[in-house]
């Protein structure tokens, strides 16, 4: 079942009922100023940290479940309702939610009156806009009041959400009932009198009837709801100011209309900061001073100029979108790869996974191998930003070479509640700067001072920074020669030194078995793979005797992996505490696990002759994959699921099984799996595992998916689950970035090298036709694909009309385009 469709020309998805399965989401801002929107207007609103800038408050694991966010109601003559349907839930005779890039437009009619909002953030501009539509469908004249709303947080989200013997208490407002502009506007200055130099300010371009501040005053009591909320019902504003209490933010405005007469307004919520020796525009320090905020109202006045705001945004991701398309028959493929990959791509960069539906913005910042894998994705549309990004990654590593696992946006400093000792980490940073030095060639990026846990004195060049990531996991090997694992690797539900029996303990940072040898085969895979790239970059630098020793250290990793990590079957995933396998065919349970066999065949161990070869490991345990692993949903990440707790490997056997760790379809390892058939040169196999878990390709099953049909999502219930099929944490997800890896670089095979443009497409017969175009270091690349699909077969190549060997055609001059034709 659906609940919408694609409008691939508009770039939009288009929602066409109020009740889909789970609230889908929007993301509106691209740089510091960020919205989360739901369909029906929910979700919230910050500046540059979910946690110490939250403006505007949304309550989680609610009753409804998009409850809060930013409303509008009408009173059109006594009948009051919504056009986002929520929060007043009245039938309306016309529905729509568009989400668009980085903006989205809910219509809603009733009764002859339609509203139509178009939500976004302009670019370079710390606020989101609400432009408002509203037009009198009927043949007689119509007097209707709107009432806006949004409720706001106390900047700190964490405390805004406990700490309320205090909080109950501090709230404060002004209100400005014309500004210089024409309009009126509130102002959330809580805390702003004692330790803050921000503000918050809440205008409409129109002059207000009323307005008001104070929430219970508003929805007219303690018990009252959004739904029932008394001051829409009245038709008129209470003018209530808040003190302390609940502060919120509200106007009302009077609008006659003539039979198809339409009104434009415009609402603004914006963030404005002032110097501290210019917080004030009195001397008693008793009036902000509202400058920077009349500027921000001034700006967008006119529904003219948000209008033209919008269509700046709009060209702005035509331009972005550009970086790397394809055209083919296959329309879902195109929207994906074209459209909402890379669009969720850029969400992940600017949100890493602090900030959804399924993460509050408290508990999580910026992760150290969560962004080092997002930034795969995000490097060809603003490589300017990726490199700020890698800077910032590698400031919080330590002298040794391992890393705080997370930091604070806002501050850019390490996050001690998680802490370090996920031994995966270091690993990452090789990962994220050898896909920035392929996308740019910007070796200038190695010679960057950077410091050690952003302490300063500490700044070595970058290039020191990867020294210690490859030493540290060199450093740090059991008795099998592979790579320890510490609190965890990739998987941080893997938690092989914790032994948990304390309801409550943190399974991530309880380490009760320190001095253990347990080990990862992962990592040991991840190391050959990204200790080639260091070895790689070593070399490029003139470091020929350190390339060598790299290579050397691979190749023996190599060996161990395919010495002491191979079942039989398949790969292991790790030796436990005491040295026991993990993922061996041995045990009943957890026999066979998704990572080592997807990454170990990414990073080149045990691939034999071709895709009929097998007898070479690497074809074994994709074959096993495919047998074991699969599903129609999707890859499952181990199999069989845990059905009791196993203290020894922690908290992957507390989920039930089927579900997250403990065999579910976890969409971020899926790709792995999907390049490594690509390596064998099995695309048609590839292709397939693709489309399962893909969201265009699982629109029509809408109902069973419940998430939004044009997102990735981190995690599908498996094939052992209750309610197999079901997604959960859309948005937020390294899939993202993984997938556009998988589709644009192996599947489709157009991706950057260091020194030249790699054509590699391995895709199987079901696309038997394809055209990529590419633009790299200032020229562009035009690659048109004939595609017979047979298994093992290789492209050859004919480059502006000559035939040349291999797969890698050299980069050519800025402003140059490459036409090249590709035949399998």
Known sequence: MQYGHFDDAAREYVITTPRTPYPWINYLGSQDFFSLLSHLGGGYSFYRDARMRRLTRYRYNNVPTDTGGRYLYVNDGGDVWSPTWLPVQADLDFYEARHGMGYSVITGARGGVEVSTTYFVPLGVNAELQRVRVTNLGDTARSITLFSFVEFALWNAYDDQTNYQRNLSIGEVEIEPSTPCGGSAIYHRTEYRERRNHYAVFGVNLPAAGFDTDRETFLGGPWAGFADAAVPRSGRSADSVASGWYPIGSHSVDLDLAPGEARDLVLVLGYLENPQDAKWADDAHQVVNKTGAHDLLARFATADAADAALAELKDHWTELLSTYTVTSPDEKLDRMVNIWNQYQCMVTFNMSRSASYFETGIGRGMGFRDSNQDLLGFVHLVPERARERIIDIASTQFPDGSAYHQYQPLTKRGNNDIGSGFNDDPLWLVAGVAAYLKETGDDSILDEPVPFDNEPGSEVPLWEHLVRSFGFVRAHLGPHGLPLIGRADWNDCLNLNCFSAEPGEPFQTTENKAGGSAESVFIAAQFVLYGGEYA??????????????????????RAAVLDHGWDGEWFLRAYDYFGNPVGTGADTEGRIWIEPQGFAVM????????????????????????????????????????TTYRIELGEVSTYPPGYKENGGVFCHNNPWVIIAETVVGRGERAFDYYRRITPAYREEISDVHRLEPYVYAQMIAGK?????????????????????VAVSQYLLGVRPDYDGLVVDPQLGPAVPSFTVTRKLRGATYVVT?????????RASLVVDGSPVGGNLVPYAPAGSVVRIEATL
């Open 785 to 793: 694909v004939t595609n017979s699909g047979a298994p093992g077969s």
């Open 536 to 557: 790689a970059i070593a070399r490029r630098r003139g470091l020929a005797e350190v390339a060598d020793a790299a290579e050397a250290d691979v190749a023996a990793m």
């Open 720 to 740: 052992q689950a209750v309610r197999a099929g079901e997604a959960k944490n859309s948005w937020l997800t390294g899939t993202a970035a993984w997938n556009f």
């Open 603 to 642: 990073a080149g161990v045990g691939v034999g002759a071709g895709p009929d070869d097998t007898s070479a490991p690497a074809v074994r345990a994709l074959d096993a994959v495919g047998d074991l692993l699969g599903s129609p949903h999707g890859l499952v990440l181990q199999y069989p699921a845990y």
